[in-house]
């Protein structure tokens, strides 16, 4: 006899008693070299928030915990250009990406700077317990390496400073990675190496360099397969691995950074950063074991919390080979429960590049009178980066929010508040409420799954407010509508999310569990909606290489 599957649990009007779970999300670290343009919240930072908020509203309790990237080389490069130490430009840049993802309503519950207290202190003992346990377990080496030196800049020509063709794919490539493959690699495979910044001609010197022992390749490519990690992401961990031999450069010869001991040679030797992600995941489980009240670290074997990063397709190497092939090494701590990879987000059909300008800085979104962010949210989020590379069409935008949301949702939203306003509506009926049920499972799936999907989270949202009847039947019809629009649009259009649910009569965020209580509008509507924008709203967010640019 065949046992048919347990039906799930109902998402709405779940008991306040049941049980949440504790989640750690944690996005990519930027580096505070500069603020945030659109490609940095089309992907790690959007996903991780529609996340968040979905879990919130369902009842369980998500920490979305990150940092800035303060010892990424090109903070070097950015201290050279500017004639400015690196941590005070650390300093300041990390306080104005805090306000860029304020500004966009990413929500993050603890924003780390590594290289001030009270976290200096707490990582640099994090990256001494880790390096003791990888070298009592034999997962530290020493090997010789060539690396380009400039005597005229006095310094190695690593990282920003040396750019050449990509060894695996050709492409042009700098620093230690490839963008067109999401290859890693060390300075003496790039092809056609040649100095940036003024640096060079190049030397080539060998060095001593630390290593470390990643997991067995058999545990790692299980791994991967269980995250769903696309077969061209593995095929870039697996053809780096073999050729480093199952290991990933731990230290680099640099100044800017952690030190590690040396080998009396007088080359300086500091954390590689993308090693030191593998620490600072360690220091974010720390912070979330403090601040949910767990007492543990997230990444400890048993802690009962879900681990998600989201990553672009530059960091795939270093958050699959640094941490969760490390972890794996370590012993002592679970990887990552999911990782989620997007390709990145063009504009106009072109990489956003902040060395040519070719950017939407977030911060000129958010002076905007007329841009939205619930519009430019709702139209980011529709894209499909787990698949692969998108772009943001000026055009496209403007036909968007005019034609979706100013021309059919806000007309809507308000026939509704007029047809409901102060009036205590009758329960909802089981029909629309088993469709409410539908959509938000639908949701579910795209944002808490293995691999997430925004768009799809979005269609969600648009297959409920697309089903509005043309006349509301009855104040309570109209009511209920809403109220399902309030929480379906919540985990992408928060701002729209939250001020239905509050003029609806609920307090604070929109919460399942409190969903089919009914309570009483607000008297009068009021309701803020979508406006029309044209091009030229646009036009001054827009960088010169724009084709709608300003004259």
């Given at each position: 006899m065949t046992?048919p599957?347990?039906s799930p649990?109902p998402l ?8 949440p ?7 990519s ?7 945030l343009?659109?490609?940095h919240i089309?992907g790690?930072f959007?996903?991780l928030?529609?996340?968040g908020?979905?879990l919130?509203?369902r009842?369980?309790?998500p ?5 800035s990237?303060v010892?990424?080389p090109?903070?070097?490069?950015k201290?050279a250009?500017?004639?400015r130490?690196?941590e ?8 104005l990406i ?7 309503d990413?929500?993050v519950?603890?924003?780390i700077?590594p ?5 200096r202190?707490?990582f640099?003992?994090?990256?001494g317990a880790c ?6 377990r034999?997962a530290?080496?020493e090997r010789r390496e060539?690396?380009?030196y400039s005597r005229?800049?006095?310094?190695y020509?690593?990282g ?7 060894p ?11 963008e067109?493959?999401?290859g ?9 190496p040649?100095g940036?910044g003024g640096?060079g001609?190049l ?7 630390l290593?470390?022992k990643t ?10 397969a269980?995250m769903k990690?696309r077969p061209?992401f593995?095929?870039?961990v697996?053809r780096?691995l073999a050729r480093?031999?199952g290991?990933v450069?731990?230290?680099a010869?640099q ?5 590690l001991e040396g080998?009396?040679?007088g080359?300086?030797?500091?954390l ?14 720390a ?7 767990t007492?543990?670290n ?6 009962g919390v ?5 990553v ?5 190497i270093p958050?699959m080979?640094?941490i ?9 701590m679970?990887?990552?429960?999911r990782?989620l990879?997007?390709d990145f987000?063009?504009?106009e ?8 300008r070719?950017?939407?800085w977030v911060a000129d979104?958010a002076r905007?009178?007329?841009?939205g962010?619930?519009a430019?949210?709702y ?20 036909e968007?929010?005019n ?5 059919l949702?806000?007309?809507r ?5 007029a ?6 509506p009758?329960?909802?009926g089981?029909d629309r ?6 959509l938000l499972?639908?949701?579910e799936?795209a ?7 925004t768009a ?7 297959l409920w407010?697309r089903?509005?009847p043309g006349e ?6 109209a009511?209920?509508?809403l109220?399902g629009?309030?929480v379906?649009?919540f985990?992408?259009m ?5 001020r239905?649910w509050e003029?609806?009569?609920?307090a604070?965020e929109?919460r ?5 209580h009914?309570?009483r509008?607000?008297?009068t509507p009021?309701?803020?909606g979508?406006?029309?924008v044209n091009l030229g709203?646009l036009?001054p967010?827009?960088p010169?290489?724009?084709r709608?640019a300003?004259?």
């Amino acid at each position: 006899m065949t046992v048919p599957p347990a039906s799930p649990a109902p998402l709405i009007g779940v008991p306040g008693t049941t049980r949440p779970r504790h989640y750690l999300l944690a996005p990519s670290e930027p580096t505070p070299n500069g603020r945030l343009h659109l490609g940095h919240i089309a992907g790690p930072f959007l996903r991780l928030d529609m996340l968040g908020r979905f879990l919130r509203m369902r009842g369980d309790l998500p920490l979305v915990i990150t940092g800035s990237d303060v010892y990424e080389p090109y903070m070097t490069f950015k201290a050279a250009a500017e004639g400015r130490p690196e941590e005070r430009i650390a300093a300041e840049y990390h306080a104005l990406i805090a306000e860029d993802l304020d500004a966009m309503d990413i929500g993050v519950d603890r924003f780390i700077n590594p290289r001030e207290e009270p976290w200096r202190k707490a990582f640099e003992e994090e990256v001494g317990a880790c390096l003791r346990r990888l070298r009592h377990r034999r997962a530290v080496v020493e090997r010789r390496e060539h690396v380009p030196y400039s005597r005229s800049a006095a310094r190695y020509a690593v990282g920003p400073w040396l750019a050449g063709r990509c060894p695996d794919c050709g492409s042009e490539a700098s620093s230690y990675f490839c963008e067109g493959c999401g290859g890693h690699f060390r300075p003496e495979n790039l092809l056609e190496p040649r100095g940036l910044g003024g640096v060079g001609p190049l030397e080539w010197r060998e060095i001593s360099t630390l290593f470390l022992k990643t997991a067995e390749p058999g545990a790692l490519r299980l791994r991967m397969a269980e995250m769903k990690l696309r077969p061209r992401f593995r095929e870039a961990v697996e053809r780096f691995l073999a050729r480093e031999g199952g290991t990933v450069r731990l230290s680099a010869p640099q100044e800017w950074g952690v030190a590690l001991e040396g080998d009396g040679s007088g080359v300086p030797r500091t954390l590689f950063p993308y090693a030191g992600i593998f620490m600072f995941a360690r220091l974010m489980g720390a912070v979330h074991g403090e601040m949910s009240g767990t007492g543990v670290n997230a990444f400890d074997p048993g802690s009962g919390v879900t681990t998600v990063t989201s990553v672009g397709i530059d960091n795939v190497i270093p958050t699959m080979v640094c941490i969760v092939g490390t972890a794996l090494r370590h012993g002592g701590m679970k990887p990552y429960d999911r990782v989620l990879v997007n390709d990145f987000y063009l504009l106009e059909g072109a990489k956003f590049s902040t060395s040519r300008r070719h950017v939407v800085w977030v911060a000129d979104l958010a002076r905007s009178p007329r841009i939205g962010t619930d519009a430019v949210r709702y139209f980011l989020a529709a894209t499909r980066l787990e698949d692969g590379p998108e772009s943001m069409e000026p055009e496209a935008f403007v036909e968007v929010n005019n034609t979706r949301l100013a021309g059919l949702l806000t007309p809507r939203v308000r026939a509704a508040s007029a047809a409901c306003a102060d009036v205590l509506p009758e329960p909802m009926g089981t029909d629309r409420l088993a469709r409410l049920e539908e959509l938000l499972r639908r949701q579910e799936t795209a944002l808490d799954g293995v691999v997430a999907v925004t768009a799809d989270a979005v269609t969600a949202f648009d297959l409920w407010w697309r089903e509005a009847p043309g006349e509301w039947v009855s104040p309570s019809h109209a009511y209920w509508w809403l109220k399902g629009t309030a929480v379906l649009a919540f985990p992408v259009m928060p701002r729209l999310g939250r001020r239905l649910w509050e003029w609806l009569g609920g307090a604070g965020e929109p919460r399942l569990a409190a969903f089919p209580h009914p309570t009483r509008p607000r008297a009068t509507p009021g309701i803020p909606g979508f406006e029309p924008v044209n091009l030229g709203d646009l036009a001054p967010v827009l960088p010169a290489s724009s084709r709608h640019a300003p004259a």
